[in-house]
């Protein structure tokens, strides 16, 4: 069995780098989800993750997901799912099969594309599990697993990651906090090799 590098050791680790804002696509409007689309629908494998509003009170329930990620090695798009004609698009990459959609601690994520977008996800690739596979005690995330596989740190923010994704005008700090949890996520799919092997495992949907 392997261990998961411990938060005092990710500390000491030099920085990942992340996508800038040059290199994230925001989508709100029925051209940008087309050109997305175009985009996204020429590679086999996308990082993926989603966003929700948080919820603070106790009985209250979440009507996310807000934002859905997907991202290439070199490029993310941050779908805001507010647009009709955005939601349209984001449900029609996430049913589609053949593509493998990478990212980490995604059962809720599932759930809730299933609840809001009315459609079940195609290809989904839970890589905590292809960690547990190859021997890892316990879920990496892409904290763990961008220290394992590139000896680097990466960075969230924690004001980010609990501010309002539902807001019609996210923030530069929410369009690269998002963007990076989706691109982090394709970097480590490539470096663990799975785009090249048959008969991926983790996979749902």
């Known amino acids: ?15 990942f780098a992340r996508l800038g804002l040059d290199s994230i696509a925001l989508v709100t409007t029925q051209a940008e989800a087309d050109a997305a689309f175009a985009a996204l629908t ?15 009170r106790v009985g ?9 990620q997907l991202s290439t090695p070199e490029r993310a798009w941050v779908f805001q799912l507010h647009d ?9 990459l996430l049913q589609m099969k053949g593509v493998a959609k990478a990212g980490f601690g995604l059962r ?25 596979e190859r021997g890892y005690r316990k879920d990496m995330g892409v904290k763990g697993a ?8 990466f960075i969230k923010s924690k004001k ?5 994704w539902a807001n019609p005008r996210l923030t530069e700090a929410q369009l690269v906090y998002a963007a ?10 490539d470096a663990l090799g799975l785009g090249t092997v048959p008969g991926m495992t983790g996979f749902s949907g």
């Open 1 to 15: 069995m392997h261990s998961t590098p411990d938060k005092d050791t990710i500390a000491l680790l030099p920085p």
């Open 42 to 56: 020429v590679v086999s494998a996308w990082g993926f993750d989603t966003e929700s509003k948080p919820t603070f």
């Open 60 to 68: 209250e329930v979440s009507d996310g997901p807000h934002i859905l």
């Open 84 to 92: 009709p004609a955005c939601r349209a698009v984001a449900a029609e």
């Open 108 to 132: 809720d994520d599932r759930k809730r594309i299933i609840e809001k977008l009315g459609v079940e996800p195609a290809g989904i690739l839970e890589l905590n599990t292809v960690f547990r």
């Open 146 to 153: 961008v220290a394992v596989m590139f000896g680097q740190r």
């Open 160 to 164: 980010a990651a609990t501010s309002n």
């Open 180 to 189: 990076n949890d989706a691109y982090a996520a394709i970097r480590v799919f």
